[in-house]
């Protein structure tokens, strides 16, 4: 029987073959790689989509949030909350520019950081929050900001796997001082290769970034201080500029696919299933579960679910086996096991099926049929 994959690019890619292939085709002739219209076009066009007056683009959402925090002037001696439950990069560029990560637990329901834990978490050192907007699941930006500006720190958003989602009115990316977006492939907006981009309504702060991605430099040979040499290439932003017309498109097809694993899933009493928050739109990068079980403990029980979902032709995904406080990294940092007790049972529990544009519902249903007997044989 045919293997579903986590992921499925190739289906994105029938869709957009023949723009993608002459706008790439027209970047060869051009001779133009780096820097140009198409940058600035894409730049322009992420900008228009996210609301926002400013994008500034770079190599990869890793750049992305290392630039927003050099440009934020956060360094050492400076501390940033965020969340344990993310990908890796997250605390890396906390770390990378001398900050301290502060991790705080999250809530069960969203994957995402338990606001409740904020205030508790602020010092004097705290100079800003870094929400990461998980599986595409927006955080809830209205009690965030509000928590932010009552203690005067800078929000950045982490929005690597949620180009648009949107909490209210407004996407993700403009409600924090800085959205940090990743293009990795199997993003929402994915090139066909690295990119990312920040986006800001503060231009002095988007200036600043453009000169820290240039090396320092606000003209040509002309070094101000020491930057970092991070940009997109113009056969990535063309490509990206003809997906984001159908982003949209794709999103709702991820929300049709994640309300069809609800129905299809919500009778298994011994499955943890992800929950949109009412007052977001979530474009579900990814739909993870958790397997939860009184008897065995659970890491095991997850472990032999994934194992016999595979042996039927499903490949499942644990996004994230170890919570980032308990990452051999960050030792000295002299987190105990279960302080942040969710993130870690989180770690333990979840499970992401195969989700993608695309994806059929027989496909799907298959999910759900080998899901429901790996779990009564497990
Ligand atoms: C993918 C990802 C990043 C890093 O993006 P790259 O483009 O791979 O550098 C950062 N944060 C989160 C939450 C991500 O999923």
Redesign the pocket.
Known sequence: MKQIPPVDLTRQYQLIKEEANLAVLDILNSGRYIGGEAIATFEQEFANYVGVTECVSCN??????FLALKALNIGAGDEVITTPF??F??AEVISRVGAKPIFIDIDLNTFNLNLAHIEQAITPRTKAILP?H?FGQPVDMTKLMAIAEAHDLYVIE?C??AAGAAWGEDKIGSIGHVG?F???PT?NLGACG???AITTNDPAIAKQMRILKEHGSPSRYRHDFIGINSRIDAVQAVILTVKLRYLDHWNEQRQRAAAYYQELLQSISSLKLPQALSGGISVW?QYTVCISDQQSPPQEKRELVKHKLQDKGIVSMIYYPIPLHLQPVYQDLGYQKEQLPIAEKAAREVLSLPMFPGISEVEQERVAYALKDCLLEA
């Open positions: 990869s959402g890793t750049d992305a949030l993310s990908f990069a997250t990461v998980l982490d690597a796997q940090c990743s293009f990795f993003k690295d990119g990312g990068n």
